[in-house]
């Protein structure tokens, strides 16, 4: 093409470095956080600072994340984007000890490594404002929200079964164990132990956290994912009586089927085992509870299908059938869910019939039709038979009039019950700011003054836990022996740390007052930019993270520090990526480091490649030759904006051209509004081609795609914008608008059928090859229904008109 010789080579490294020190002079991304005219806080989950540096699922969640907010900024929004590090914690702490480093030497440099990435990828972020969970400045706040906690009754001491990891010599909160295996040490399995720990009350909001769910404009899978954790089921309790008038309370989410309860299940930690386990069963009943505490909370949950139990000699009455039946221990029952105690119905439960089939306990039916055999049938459809009285009555209804029978006779009541169980927050480690707790021989547990705090962690030259289950602050004397700040007699120090999810369960409340010694967060500032305008994360944080920051929003909220009660209205899940269609892993080998494509081929083409992956809400596979297709789609834009800015203003592009570009401003609006950006991406090189394709762009056509292309490739768009002879950042002009009317002048309505029938109706442009409207019918909700997941055999395909699928 002519002219080219004329333009300078595009060299990112220079362009990318010109513009991130001319953001800095100008202050280019840090907003007026006091006098904002449409605050939008966007908001994406801090890092946990690792030796290894920042890794490639960062940067695709971070890239996501920063274009929305940089879209945002363009259509005339304050956006305020901070950038923090989630530092402490037993990841960090391994971390330090297997390389023979201590933690605070360590952090520091990796926070470094990551403040020098976080920059070199163009992040719009305003390092005013950035923090670190290590900081005594940060978690003497995190400290005053355990406090206030602690004075409203939220935080309480008991002790418990807790999962214990061996190898990281502390606790694990139920979370943090994957099939029976501590998460960090894969083949570690988890046991369980019983210690005094620290426990936040989050199951008192139960109910609350599950029923806000309905209002907040959350991804469908995180969702899902958190209502499941909370686990609510309705129910009612039942009363069995054992030998000498002893009440065992049963929950039952079917009380319908209480007529075939045949046996009634403990769980091994039940109190009342001892006091029913006659003589000769004696030692085997001990024996199995000896053996079940070896085994974790999270792999009793989920259960094998070859039972184990023992019988405890011991027999209790069926309020229904007024039978004895007999009473056994079990695994897979437990302390933690319900009663502890459950009533065995193993025709209509899964759990139970394994059990009964096991041990050859009877089994009767007393559910008929709604599924088919075999057994069990968990049918709520069904009719009940076997029932007495009740024969013949629904499941639903039947439920109903046995549970006010039972009450009737202070046998039964009506109960709802949840899956959650309550926050365990203290850790035996040491890397984690110390709870500020002093305990006293005379007044017990006495919070650290609000005057005192931050209660520092102390440098301890080797912080190795051992396996005492005492943390290694224990070991510092000086530190572990002071006054009770009540009585003044003497006290000793709380020596657990808290969770890490602690200290991130309020990070988004500091960022707009990181300045603020005083207050943790600034009544002022929080009004103007909380709750958060949009928070997008990673689904691995669906039932931990995100579930405790609601918790603790609402406690202040409840105690008068907030004005809100959801602190992320709207939040958005992006996938994750794989290498070569595996996932990346330091044992495979075959982890992306970010530093090396973003020296060969600058953080532009870098951002843009991750994004072109695949839709950002469900990740892509990262395969290294596809990145030369970006960086020659932006080598196209800087040639063809270099020929553009040479014209003279006054030459628009003809009318295809004009149609084209408003169709383009329309799609990339949309797509990346919806966080679609690797549609956006394909549009806008659609949109380069056929400028192309006309001989050259006009300053008509290519400056509208400039400001389109700024939050995908802000540092490139930035000199093409100065190249156009604009004096102000790209970042300060407008979003381009589109005529609806020029958009779709072109577009035509094609029918949707399958198997000939009408399903739906698809807007497209005229001329739409047959490969796109099948690829369009196949991803439109209507007409998918009806495909259900069956192969489409034939297309009959009519352009403009029609699109018929087969299966
Ligand atoms: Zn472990
Ligand atoms: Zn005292």
Redesign the pocket.
Known sequence: MSGHQSVPPYDPQAVEAKWQAVWVERHTNEPDLDHPRRPFYNLMMFPYPSAEGLHVGNMFAFTGADIYGRLKRLQGLDVFEPMGFDAFGIHSENYALSVGTHPARLIPQNIATFRRQLRRFGGMFDWRHELSTTDPAYYKWTQWIFVQLFKAGLAYRKQAAVNW?P??KTVLANEQVINGY?E??PD?RVEMRSLEQWFFAITRYADRLLGNLDRVDWSQSTLALQRNWIGKSEGAELVFTAPGGVQLKLFTTRPDTVFGGTFVVLAPEHPLVDALTTGPQRAAVDAYRRAVQAKDVVSRRVGEKDKTGVFTGAFARNPATGEDVPIWIADYVLMEYGTGAIGGVPAHDKRDFEFARQFGLPIREVVRGGTAEPLPSVSLEGVLVNSGPFDGQSCREGGRAIVEWLASRALATPRVQYRLHDWCISRQRYWGPPIPIIHCDRCGPVAVPEADLPVELPFIEDPRPDDTGVSPLARHREWYFVKCPQCGGDGRRETDVSDTFLDSSWYFLRYPSTEFADRPFDPVRTRTWLPVTSYIGGNEHAVLHLLYSRFVTMALQELGHLHFDEPFPRLRAHGLIVKDGAKMSKSRGNVVIPDAYIQQWGADTFRMYLMFLGPFQEGGDFRAEGITGIRRFLEKVWVLAHEAAGLTPGSPGSPAITQKLHQTIKKVTADTESLDYNTAIAAMMEYVNAVRETGGGSRETVEPLIVLLAPYAPHLAEELWERFGHQTSVFEAQWPGYDEKIATADDVTVVVQVNGKVRSRLTVHRGLPEREVVALALRDETARKFVDGKTVRKVVFVPDRLVNLVV
């Open positions: 990891c190898a990281c501590c960090r040490h570690m």
